[in-house]
């Protein structure tokens, strides 16, 4: 997905990793590649494989280096109506594409949001950056990591980096939407510092408003002790941080999802692995080393 999107013009979209509710030992009811497709709704504008140009009506700055980017879509009818969980595809006239997951509710009608940060040199988040109201950027989408279903597992741990919070943020909003999905939620949020903690606010009014559902934690590079908000610990995601807050290995009907930079997939989940059917299962890590299995499904640039 890093490079040219001529690559990934045999990647299905709308496929990848289904969530089936069967019970039994840990991770077994998670399945890779079954390959559902599902229609996207008719207003819904996005395709896998045409370009559509959104043109940029605001930026507000969250952080020093990240920005929420609001796109109009088509018109006031449209909307993004993307499956959870799923991103979309920046896409330039070199064919170069990136995954972005939109923080904006998938039915709001008329415009999505984005929330990306800027990297040294990145090809395109520098591109977001450069960005004036009025530039047009081109989307494809949507790619379906997962399909997620209701009550399919009993509890979810995720952990997020960075920006990975976006499709974190995603499947939380659409567990604590319905009110039939009792599905337990554990977020551990790794980022450099309280200040650089993305959609905070959001995430902490939903933990206040489902206390019974919704926990979340953060591990700050700096600055981890005091401050408010949730509880928080100094350093990285570590076993120490892991245990005794996300679902054990040996829990039932539970899966870990992980986004966030590559060195920190790296670290929890080993290397990317190239065979689509040996997705969402690790190749080292920490996850592995703590006994984890087929119930953690990496979000990376490779999936979908
Ligand atoms: C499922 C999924 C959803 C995503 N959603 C978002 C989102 O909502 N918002 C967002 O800002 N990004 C998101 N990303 C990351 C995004 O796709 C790009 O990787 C990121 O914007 C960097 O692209 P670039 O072209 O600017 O950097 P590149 O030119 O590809 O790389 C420039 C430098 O940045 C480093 N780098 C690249 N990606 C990352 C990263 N994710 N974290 C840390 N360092 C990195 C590279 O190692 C390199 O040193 C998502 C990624 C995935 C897999």
Known sequence: MKDKLATMAARRVGGGLALLGAGGASGCWLYANQHRWRPPPLDAPLRPDAS???????????THDTSRFRFELPSSEHSLGLPCASHILAVD???VARAYTPVSDPHTKGHFDLVVKRYPNGYFSERFHRMEPGDVMDFRGPVTTLQYEPNAA???GLIAGGTGITPMYQIIRTVLADPEDRTQLRL???SKSRGD??????????????????????VLERDGAGGAGPPAATGRVSEETIRGFLPPPTAARTALFVCGPPP????????????????????????????????VVPFSDDTG
């Open 188 to 190: 551990l949020y790794a």
């Open 264 to 295: 920190m997939m790296a670290a929890l989940c080993g290397p990317p692995q190239a065979p689509r059917g040996e997705r969402g299962r690790l190749s080292g890590g920490l996850l592995r080393r703590m006994g984890y299995g087929r119930q």
């Open 93 to 95: 006239n070199a064919m």
């Open 154 to 156: 009993r509890s979810l």
């Open 52 to 62: 559509l140009a959104c043109r940029l009506a605001s930026v507000k700055r969250l």
């Open 197 to 218: 903690v993305l959609l905070g606010e959001e995430l902490e009014a939903l933990a206040a408003r489902h206390p019974e559902q919704l926990q979340v934690r953060y």
